[in-house]
């Protein structure tokens, strides 16, 4: 990512319906960033080699997809170490203690239940699921409150496979991919508020015609997106890749992969801190699917 391109995305970060939630009572700034006094990285530094979060992962499990409230002190995530796919909750008092996993009994189903994605003042919660109606290749459910019985989101979901939803941070922005019109694209909404989310439009100038392309983030200001995808030019199996734009209202210019975070396995994108500083992954470089964190120096 260019120097430029980070601090733009930084300054451009606004105050819609998503203000995020106050810390309270151990130095936070009531704004959402993390309660430690971490210092801003530098853009300019590459990201290091990503680490797993090993209390997060259960060898020979699929551990997936982590998305964070934006304290980075709650966190859900998926794994089937259960012998299906469930969605975890994960907490901790600080960003020094390592999390505590527990299973989110309140929306398990006995079919597949993953993917999560959580908007960023933490009112609700987005994920796959594949129980009834939904179509075999799953569907976004939601869960508002976050614990409440779940629904589905009509108007985002077709015959095809809906696949991480993702709550930018700052905005109402909000995208996930889908193969409705053939392979894996990502898809932008907005989220109205009240569990209503506007008509999905298809980000055409991320796909590659022929791969799939999915699983979506984009930086606070919109303007630097990293995502998942098989096209070729990477080091193997599925790959990350990043595109940017000069302006939210231009299309995403040439993607690059990705090479600080990405290896020749299996490697998903799944959040990134809103300074840029800290990014969320799974990887099966070493297991089936674990999660992993690439931080840049500060």
């Given at each position: 990512m260019s120097r430029a391109a980070l601090l733009v995305a930084l300054a451009a970060c606004g105050r819609l319906h998503f203000d995020a939630?106050?810390?309270?009572?151990?130095?936070?700034?009531g704004d959402g960033a993390p309660s430690d006094a971490l210092a801003l990285c530098d853009p300019e530094t590459p990201f290091g080699t990503p680490t797993p979060i090993t209390e997060?992962?259960?060898?020979?499990?699929?551990?997936?997809?982590?998305?964070?409230?934006?304290?980075?002190?709650?966190?859900?995530f998926y794994s089937d170490r259960s012998g299906q796919f469930d969605i975890y909750i994960a907490t901790r008092p600080d960003l020094a203690t390592p999390f505590?996993?527990?299973?989110?009994?309140?929306?398990?189903?006995?079919?597949?239940?993953?993917?999560?994605?959580?908007a960023p003042d933490g009112s609700v919660l987005a994920f796959i699921t594949t129980r009834p109606p939904a179509d075999a290749g799953g569907d976004i459910w939601?869960?508002?409150p976050i614990g409440t019985a779940p629904a589905a989101v009509a108007n985002l979901n077709s015959t095809a496979s809906e696949y991480h939803p993702f709550f930018q941070l700052d905005t109402n922005d909000v995208y996930f991919c889908s193969n409705r019109n053939g392979n894996f694209s990502v898809f932008h909404t907005t989220y109205l508020g009240g569990g209503a989310f506007a008509n999905p439009t298809q980000e055409t100038s991320l796909d590659a015609a022929g791969y799939d392309t999915d699983v979506a983030l984009?930086?606070?200001g919109g303007l630097v997106m990293?995502?998942?995808?098989?096209?070729?030019?990477?080091?193997?199996?599925?790959?990350?890749?990043?595109?940017?734009?000069?302006?939210?209202?231009?299309?995403?210019?040439?993607?690059?992969?990705?090479?600080e975070v990405d290896s020749a396995q299996l490697?998903?994108?799944?959040?990134i801190s809103r300074d840029g500083c800290r990014f969320y992954l799974s990887s099966s470089?070493?297991?089936?699917?674990?999660?992993?964190?690439?931080?840049?120096?500060?």
């Open positions: 939630l106050a810390v309270g009572g151990d130095g936070g700034t997060l992962n259960v060898a020979g499990a699929y551990d997936s997809t982590i998305t964070l409230e934006p304290d980075e002190l709650t966190a859900y505590t996993v527990t299973p989110f009994t309140a929306i398990d189903s006995p079919d597949t239940d993953k993917e999560p994605g959580v939601l869960s508002m984009a930086m606070p990293y995502f998942r995808s098989t096209r070729p030019g990477g080091p193997g199996g599925e790959d990350i890749w990043r595109a940017e734009r000069a302006t939210t209202s231009d299309p995403w210019g040439t993607p690059v992969v990705e090479t490697d998903t994108p799944s959040w470089r070493t297991d089936a699917s674990d999660i992993y964190i690439a931080t840049r120096t500060p």
